[in-house]
């Protein structure tokens, strides 16, 4: 099992702030998201807002139950889960578009994304690091995949898109230090 309380714990704070430069692994994979709106910051805002969610979740819910509690995730993303699609914000409808164009599969139901932070899970590759704002309309979310290049990332692709990203490139592992340097230019 990759992720245990203790590391869905640490990776909720992680959410909530930047974690201490020191504190990172040797390498981290990132993500190159070009947003499709010039607020690279607003952009990082919406994924960390239901990344915390989540994670609150997968640190008190019990997975047993057939449906979770959802209503403190955004509105704007609980409508791009919704098998309709129809989200009352245009970067989520935009972003879902953009996602089934790369993925060529079927969108994310909520509770179905949800449980893929149930801390049994062993299917998600991956647990949050940080995520940067490089440029107005670029942002960098950084990831610790235990050095794997290639890791089961659908998920945080769905949340990447729907968050507003109009293009995303990655995943490519990089050394720390490439994180540390633009985490100080913060």
């Known amino acids: 099992m990759i992720h245990s309380e203790e590391?869905?714990?640490?990776?909720l704070d992680r959410v909530r702030q930047r974690p201490a430069i020191e504190s990172a692994p040797p390498v981290l994979a990132v993500?190159?998201?070009d947003v499709a709106e010039a607020q690279s910051a607003a952009y990082?805002?919406?994924?960390?807002?239901v990344l915390s969610e989540v994670l609150q979740l997968a640190c008190t819910a019990e997975f047993d139950d057939e449906d979770?509690?959802?209503e403190d995730f955004p509105d704007w993303f609980t409508a791009v889960c919704a098998r309709s699609g129809a989200a009352h914000q245009g970067f989520a409808e935009q972003g879902r578009a953009a996602y089934l164009d790369r993925s060529g599969g079927t969108a994310w139901s909520l509770q179905n994304?949800?449980?893929r932070f149930d801390p049994d899970e062993d299917s998600r590759g991956w647990e949050f690091w940080d995520a940067v704002p490089v440029g107005p309309t670029r942002v960098h979310v950084w990831v610790d995949s235990w050095g794997e290049s290639f890791f089961g990332s659908l998920d945080l692709m769905w949340l990447l898109y729907t968050a507003g990203a109009s293009r995303i490139e990655g995943p490519e592992v990089r050394k720390a230090s490439a994180w540390a340097s633009e985490a100080a230019g913060q």
């Open 113 to 115: 994304w949800i449980y």
């Open 31 to 33: 993500f190159v998201i």
């Open 44 to 49: 990082v805002r919406r994924v960390r807002h």
């Open 68 to 70: 979770l509690p959802t």
């Open 7 to 11: 590391s869905i714990a640490a990776e």
